[in-house]
């Protein structure tokens, strides 16, 4: 299904959107919530974090993922416009991503979500927000995640594992990466930092189960699995896909990128018996 004819298809299926605003440890956070068209129970509820290098990006880039995710989950998918630097360098990011996550279980009755069922997806810096708020909530005590979605994750700071952009056909630089990471952490030493740099941390232990999704003509693709290799020596349970002839900025909108999405939250967050209940992802 190309892209516009899916995006057309989710405007009219899930009309529903709600923004709000949120007090945060940096400043106001805007969230975005988007709700299935028919919703008779409560529904699990999955933060999105949108891309854009930790410099960029908006609530508008995560509708796409955010809608198929709720049409075909089902659930509630709240995305959440974290703080960007330069101007809010780390943590401020990280921090607002526990905040928005601790806003939605406080919130989840007046929401109609089941706190119970709370996962994180996130595409670009979002994904790496996505693996952080996960450790976070693991040394924090909460709010517990049942689940974890990277998408083209960038997940080390110290681009040690790029992979050469000209051989990948990449439309992501390795200097378009280290300018992001400048104005993001503009303390080398926090370049080290878990909750900046998840594959630099070697405590994975008790982390949620996690899908990651690389894509082939992307240098970032060799980072994220190799984190997919370390979360399953550390015993979780991991899903790696590469998805073939795809470049960095199309995966979070590939069609067969998000039906993965879509059955891997579904299993997640959906017992045995509701699942076959749920609206199947077209394929």
Not at 39 to 48: F, S
Not at 79 to 103: C, G, I, Q, S
Not at 155 to 167: E, F, H, V, Y
Request: proline content about 9%.
């Amino acid at each position: 299904m190309p892209q516009t004819t899916m995006e057309t298809a989710l405007l009219r299926s899930l009309p529903r959107t709600e923004d709000c605003v949120i007090p945060g440890p940096f400043g106001p956070i805007a969230l975005r919530l988007h709700r299935p068209e028919r919703q008779e129970q409560d529904l699990p509820m999955i933060l999105y974090f949108h891309g854009g290098g930790f410099v960029g990006g908006s609530l508008d880039d995560a509708d796409i993922p955010a809608r198929f995710i709720a049409t075909y989950c089902p659930a509630l998918v709240l995305a959440v416009a974290y703080a960007l630097a330069p101007a809010r360098p780390f943590p401020a990011a990280p921090e607002d991503a526990h905040t928005a996550a601790l806003w939605a279980t406080a919130n989840a009755a007046r929401l109609g979500a089941d706190p119970r069922r709370l996962a994180v997806a996130g595409d670009d810096a979002g994904g790496n927000l996505a693996a952080c708020l996960s450790m976070m909530a693991r040394d924090r005590n909460g709010p517990d995640i049942s689940a974890q979605v990277l998408l083209a994750p960038m997940l080390d700071p110290s681009m040690t594992r790029l992979g050469d952009g000209d051989r990948l056909h990449s439309d992501l630089s390795a200097a378009a990466c280290a300018d992001y990471y400048r104005q993001y952490l503009p303390e080398t030493r926090l370049r080290l930092h878990p909750y900046a740099s998840p594959l630099s941390s070697v405590r994975q232990a008790g982390l949620p189960p996690a899908l990651i999704i690389t894509a082939e003509c992307d240098v970032l693709h060799a980072e994220a699995e190799k984190y997919a290799s370390a979360l399953i020596a550390a015993g979780v349970p991991t899903q790696v896909l590469r998805a073939a002839g795809i470049k960095h900025a199309s995966l979070a909108t590939d069609h067969a990128t998000l039906v993965e999405v879509a059955h891997f939250l579904r299993r997640r967050l959906w017992p045995d018996d509701l699942a076959a209940l749920c609206e199947h992802p077209p394929s």
